[in-house]
């Protein structure tokens, strides 16, 4: 499209997700010859919180040159070129004249083109996205082409607070302009798990409880809350990656086929299982703080404040029931962690074990693992014959067919999340992000067990020590369901 002006708008671009994540993506794409070519970034701030930011030269040199340096491939001239496309406007929302001031740089920057179009990227705290919104719907809204506006958990802290955002949203925006983001939509082997299982039309199958003990979806980071105490504390690991990352994992390993791949309908399909999950039992449910939370600086300002110390889990395992045929008594078994021992983030399936009386006598359980991250791959663990003349036909061992992604397609890189999401949002494309009800399903699922961990019974987490498995605890409820531990592989 080259008769028309795009305008990508990021509200708090002096922000650390913004210099992190969104202005890497869009070099990222840049680099790939993936952004329209009349395209303008437009960096927006408000000067309270950045002062040392001023205009265009000092948002390149002290917050952008860094980030976008660390990226992979470049060389000057893409350094340059992406500069080219960039603006630095400060706006502050309470004052509206600042805003319209914005919109009149959007109009100079697109000539006289037919149309406009514009993404409005809120990388803001979430008590600013309604007033945001409604500024801009009021004084920044192209009137010649479309607008699109993306918004980034944490939606709330409970489904009463998300729905209370999306109401003040709705006011201003239609459904279809909003892009509520999960970038582990956007992971190479999430978008994977609809082909691996509708594509292989045998392999689907085995997804059943008549083959599955058990569904295991594990997020396991290695590093602590480092410099984001502030906000991790109010939030918990419950809200900041197992209701809505994880959540968004388990519904695609769980839904049925949707009815095409159009992203209402794979969307439907996916709200149909969400209605299927029972709520998290309390008991089904552990909770845990690594050792040495208490210390972070930030932690220890808040704890002062608020008289007692932090309860905030950084890690928790819990235990979820599908009421439906396919997975009548399976049970979803989500961990997630930080400070745990491995930086990893995958999908095993557990099979379940043969009978001891069948042909090959009792043998381990069978397993379709999809390792989101690091290194993505998917690899099945069968049972095979162990190769040579004296070995019998009992003699059977565990083996496994392995696809590693980036052997198999040379990948010199897997893109980021972002980059496609934010790729997602300029072509209209709404498959990777959350629709409204999704995100009313998944906090039906989690709100009890916040309410009964956090108010009745203000339930303490269990300590474990930094780089370990997490708290034993989380072990015994896990073996307690007779289900086999596994270390990495
Ligand atoms: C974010 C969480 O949404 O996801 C962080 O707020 C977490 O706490 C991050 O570290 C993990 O994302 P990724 O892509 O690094 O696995």
């Given at each position: 499209d080259k008769e028309n002006h795009y305008a990508f708008v990021v509200l708090g671009a002096a922000g650390d997700l913004a210099k992190k994540k969104t202005f890497p993506s869009l070099f990222q794409l840049h680099m790939g010859r993936?952004?329209?070519?009349n395209m303008h970034i437009i960096g927006v701030d408000n000067p309270q919180f950045h002062?040392?930011?001023?205009n265009v030269t000092d948002f390149w040199d002290q917050r952008l040159r860094e980030h976008l340096e660390k990226?992979?491939?470049?060389v000057n001239e893409d350094l340059e070129s992406f500069k080219e496309r960039l603006h630095y406007v400060q706006v502050q929302l309470d004052q509206p004249d600042t805003v319209v001031a914005l919109d009149r740089h959007l109009r100079s920057l697109a000539e006289d083109r037919p149309k406009e179009h514009r993404v409005f990227y809120?990388?803001?705290?979430?008590?600013l996205f309604a007033k945001a919104v409604e500024n801009l719907r009021e004084r920044c809204w192209s009137q010649s082409g479309w607008n699109r506006v993306i918004v980034e958990k944490p939606?709330?802290?409970n489904g009463t607070q998300a729905a209370e955002l999306t109401d003040s949203l709705k006011k201003y925006l239609d459904e279809k302009e909003i892009f509520r983001m999960d970038?582990?939509?956007?992971k190479t082997l999430v978008l994977n798990l609809l082909t691996l299982r509708f594509a292989n039309r045998e392999l689907g199958h085995l997804f059943h409880c008549h083959h599955v003990a058990n569904v295991r979806i594990t997020f396991k980071e290695a590093i602590g809350v480092e410099g984001r105490a502030g906000y991790f504390d109010g939030y918990g690991i419950i809200r900041d990656i197992m209701q809505n990352h994880l959540m968004q994992v388990l519904t695609l390993v769980a839904m049925e086929a949707?009815?095409?791949?159009?992203a209402e309908d794979v969307r439907d399909e996916k709200v149909k299982v969400l209605k299927q999950i029972r709520p998290i039992a309390p008991r089904d449910c552990v909770i845990g703080q690594y050792e040495g939370?208490?210390?972070d600086p930030d932690i220890q300002a808040i704890n002062r404040k608020r008289g007692y110390p932090s309860r905030s889990p950084t890690f928790a395992v819990a235990v979820m029931y599908l009421d439906n045929e396919r997975w009548s008594g399976v049970p979803f078994i989500m961990k997630a962690g930080k400070g745990l021992e491995v930086h990893q983030t995958i999908v095993r399936i557990q099979f379940k074990k043969a009978p001891p009386?069948?042909?090959?006598g009792e043998q381990p359980q069978n397993e379709l693992v999809i390792r989101?991250?690091?290194n993505e791959a998917i690899y099945y663990k069968i049972l095979a014959k162990m190769p040579g003349?004296?070995?019998?036909?009992?003699?059977v061992e565990q083996t496994v067919l392995d696809l590693d992604l980036k052997k198999r397609f040379e990948l010199r890189r897997t893109p980021e999340a972002y980059e496609k999401l934010i790729h997602d949002v300029i072509q209209g494309e709404s498959h990777n992000f959350v629709r409204k009800d999704e995100l009313e399903q998944a906090w039906r699922i989690f709100d009890p067990l916040l309410t009964t961990l956090e108010?009745?019974?203000k339930r303490v987490p269990e300590t474990y020590s930094l780089?370990?498995?997490?708290?034993?605890k989380a072990d015994m409820l896990i073996d307690r369901m007779g289900f086999r531990r596994y270390t990495v592989t």
């Open positions: 993936l952004l329209p070519g002062k040392d930011v001023t990226q992979k491939g470049w809120l990388a803001l705290p979430p008590f939606f709330g802290k970038h582990y939509l956007a949707p009815a095409t791949l159009e939370y208490q210390l009386n069948s042909l090959f989101i991250q690091p003349l004296t070995q019998q036909a009992r003699d108010e009745e019974e780089g370990s498995r997490g708290p034993l």
